[in-house]
């Protein structure tokens, strides 16, 4: 669904009643649109890592594809019977079925780890490409039949045709998450799909008899004379004014994307946020195109412009609670997409040039779309793409008069003053003046956060004083998103790297604990390992791999029970737990990105790899299920799978068939490690019920770090292990510290059912923590 779907401007009235069959029709075409987009990403999810750049790609596809099918839809109008138009699109959708049932093609082979993107365009467009877009051309086909067949007046649309669109696209796109995924299993969604597009042909079938009957009783021209003379009197459209269309059209699409990739970063990629973010775009151009706006272009103006200043103000950061972040940064989303969308409703043309104008806005849609698929993630190291258009955002209100006012350009000052004061604050230099000159008995860090946040209010408060222009409003945004971002900038930068499969970051600060400076890596918002730079703490594993915590009590268990073992790690990090491997070991990282290979591998950034291991260390590139399955049974004494702790997680690395893989791997007194830890999913119960229905037996450990260790020595981890046999884990049953995992309480995850909403809700109401806590109080 698009603008053209929901505009009811011109309508005069409820009129005529419409033909059930073209209701259907529109409805059935626009539910199946939109039901397919996340059901084929989940489906190509598991061979691309569970990347969040995953969904973003294929709404880039799908947008284009629309964009095909709009474009079929306008050619097509040239034939000049509209019976004839309907025996050639029902030839087309029967074409298109031939493809049919819905998978993903085996024909370009194994995912490239170096092009991924391409792949998976190429994927794409032979798995679902050519239904898409036979479904995307059915509401403005389906329209224009019923004009042709039926009439209309001065080029009105049926206000029933854009109700069926409208419910039919949200409908799907709700049920998806909420209905299908939670309790169909992928197999039954893709038949069931599949099923569903040989009953819409069949509907095509229905509605091309009646046009045939209809046309036989009353033949219709292609277009009324009334109509081809408005035309001809309609003012022409500059292309100032296309181009101002095609920008209002490319912002929201751009921030659509933006705020997934944000939010699948942070959270989790899954359908269920996938939806969120595409189903608010749809709602505003439901919104935007009504004759009486629910929501008015001042309110939302006034919305906008508030929850735009909190959001970059709080871009770098992050918020404490999932529920936040996603109400903050949807909101944000929903009012900047509303307010572009009706600044697009105010440039409306004529309505005989709409069909220019609903050509523009695809085109813009497919624009911001490959802009942050494609384009993005080759010039920017960052997930920059998202701040900057939602700092363009504040560019769509009034712009004139272009030169400011005394009273604009004093706020001005006073924000580039509390810019300047924010700098000063976050600076090296000012908190080296605080450590020999301090503020009376105020520690350093709390006078450094009260001017920074000073500096913040003050960058803010004009923001909010000038929202009402363009130009002074834009200024104070982007200061602001300038000066979040050198408060931000509490630890040194060193660097970052971009890829497909996300950002890495690395960071260097100072740890005295650790002899000094350690170089830390992130990936998004989340920590995937630390190296102190000190000689004397070099080849000591911190954070999660320290030898006090569950994984490094696995690792030297093993080696005091063996002169040599094999190990096999999926997800490499910093390369840690290399710092274990003796001369006789041998170890090899499974890891999907080759940027981290490529990061932790080099001395200059981390020496776990190259310095620490005495023994050899290899790296298989690719997908850890499908790499791990070319591998020898019974080959390995430890199988670590570190790939949780990161927000958006490989769900298909948790699953039964994934845990009857890793079983078959390790050798009979092996183990495999499963690191749980994450910050808003709660994966124990899932990973429990997983190894139960693998048929593995599983202990579980909920580790806290020492009060009084210095940062980055060791850090708090969730972790099972799970062995083969229940004589595999004698040896850790012994050990207080290990709990038998919980009882297979909830359903277990597999290749055709993953419940992240689940997953999510557990994390809120603190199951797996009450289940510790009881289990810690037995007797």
């Known amino acids: 669904m698009t603008a053209a779907d929901t505009d009811p401007r011109s309508a005069p009235g409820p009129g005529p009643a419409i033909p059930w069959i073209f209701v259907l029709a529109v409805f059935c075409g626009a539910a199946m649109v939109f039901m397919v987009q996340p059901m084929v990403a989940k489906l190509v999810l598991p061979r691309l890592g569970g990347a969040p750049q995953v969904w973003n790609t294929s709404m880039a596809f799908f947008q284009a594809a629309l964009l095909v099918g709009y474009g079929y839809a306008h050619l097509l109008q040239k034939v000049p019977r509209a019976r004839d138009q309907v025996l050639i699109h029902l030839g087309v959708m029967m074409l298109a079925a031939t493809i049919l049932p819905l998978r993903i093609t085996s024909l370009l082979g194994e995912p490239s780890t170096s092009h991924p993107a391409l792949w998976l365009l190429g994927v794409l467009t032979l798995s679902i490409g050519a239904p898409f877009a036979a479904l995307s051309a059915t509401a403005p086909l389906v329209q224009a039949w019923h ?3 039926h009439g209309r007046e001065g080029g009105a649309e049926p206000w029933a045709l854009y109700a069926a669109s409208n419910l039919g696209s949200l409908l799907a796109l709700l049920a998806y998450p909420i209905a299908v995924e939670p309790t169909l299993a992928l197999g039954d969604q893709r038949w069931g799909w599949s099923g569903l597009y040989i009953a819409f042909i069949a509907i095509i079938g229905a509605l091309a008899m009646h046009i045939r009957r209809q046309a036989g009783a009353s033949p219709a021209t292609a277009a009324s004379p009334a109509h081809r003379d408005a035309l001809t009197e309609a003012e022409p459209i500059s292309w100032r004014q296309r181009l101002t269309w095609i920008a209002l059209a490319a912002l929201p699409s751009s921030l659509m994307l933006g705020v997934t990739l944000h939010l699948s970063t942070d959270v989790a990629s899954a359908p269920f946020l996938w939806v969120a973010p595409l189903s608010l775009y749809l709602l505003t151009f439901v919104i935007a195109f009504q004759t009486r706006p629910r929501i008015q272009p001042q309110l939302a103006l006034m919305l906008m412009s508030t929850v735009l200043i909190v959001t970059v103000a709080t871009l770098p950061f ?9 109400a903050l940064h949807l909101g944000t989303f929903f009012f900047c997409a509303l307010v572009c969308h009706q600044a697009l409703v105010a440039r409306r043309p004529d309505p005989a040039r709409l069909t220019d104008f609903y050509l523009c806005m695809s085109i813009g849609g497919v624009i911001g779309g490959a802009f942050n698929a494609f384009v993005a993630p080759a010039i920017f190291e960052t997930v920059f793409e998202y701040g900057a258009v939602l700092c363009l955002c504040a560019l769509v209100r009034p712009l004139w008069p272009l030169r400011p006012t005394r009273r604009e350009l004093v706020l001005m000052a006073v924000a580039a003053g509390g810019t300047g004061l924010a700098l000063i604050a976050a600076s090296d230099s000012f908190w080296r003046l605080l450590q020999t ?8 860090d709390d006078v450094i956060k009260v001017l920074s946040s000073a500096g913040v209010i003050a960058v803010a408060a004009c923001g909010i004083l000038v929202r009402a ?12 998103a300038f000066t979040a971002n050198a408060i931000d900038s509490h630890a040194d930068a060193y660097a970052s790297r971009r890829s497909f499969f996300g950002v890495v970051h690395l960071t260097d600060t100072t740890v005295p604990g650790l002899g000094g400076p350690v170089r830390i890596l ?4 989340t920590l995937h390992g630390a190296q102190a730079r000190s000689p004397e703490y070099r080849c000591r594993p911190l954070v999660y791999y320290a030898p006090e915590t569950p994984i490094g009590q696995v690792f030297r268990r093993a080696q005091t029970d063996h002169p040599a073992i094999s190990v096999a790690a999926v997800g490499l990090g910093t390369g840690a737990v290399a710092a274990y491997v003796r001369p006789s070991d041998r170890l090899t990282f499974f890891e999907i990105d080759p940027q981290v290979v490529a990061i932790s591998s080099d001395p200059a950034n981390f020496s776990y790899t190259t310095e620490c291991a005495k023994g050899p260390v290899d790296y298989v590139l690719g997908d850890a299920r499908l790499t791990l399955e070319k591998q020898a049974d019974g080959l390995y004494d430890i199988l670590l799978v570190d790939a949780f702790s990161s927000d958006a997680i490989p769900a298909h690395l948790l699953t039964v068939e994934a845990l009857r893989g890793y079983l078959a791997r390790i050798k009979p007194d092996g183990v495999v490690i499963l690191h749980l830890s994450n910050r808003h999913l709660e994966l124990v119960f899932p990973a429990a019920s997983a190894a139960k229905a693998a048929g593995g037996y599983a202990l579980f450990q909920a580790y806290a770090p020492a009060p009084d260790s210095p940062t980055y020595q060791e850090s708090a981890a969730d972790v099972m292990i799970v062995g083969r046999n229940r004589a595999a884990l004698e ?8 709990l038998l995992s919980p009882p297979p309480t909830v359903r277990p995850w597999t290749d055709d059912y993953t419940n992240l909403v689940g997953a999510l809700i557990g994390n809120l109401d603190g199951r797996r923590r009450d289940w510790q806590a009881a289990q810690e109080e037995a007797p």
């Open 522 to 525: 992130s990936h998004g918002t």
């Open 731 to 738: 040896a850790y049953r012994a050990d207080p510290r290990w």
């Open 437 to 444: 000159h301090p503020v009376g008995s105020l520690p350093t």
């Open 147 to 149: 004009a042709r067949v």
């Open 469 to 480: 222009r363009a130009l002074p409003f834009f200024a104070s945004i982007v200061l602001l």
């Open 318 to 326: 992050g918020a404490p609670n999932v529920l936040v972040t996603l």
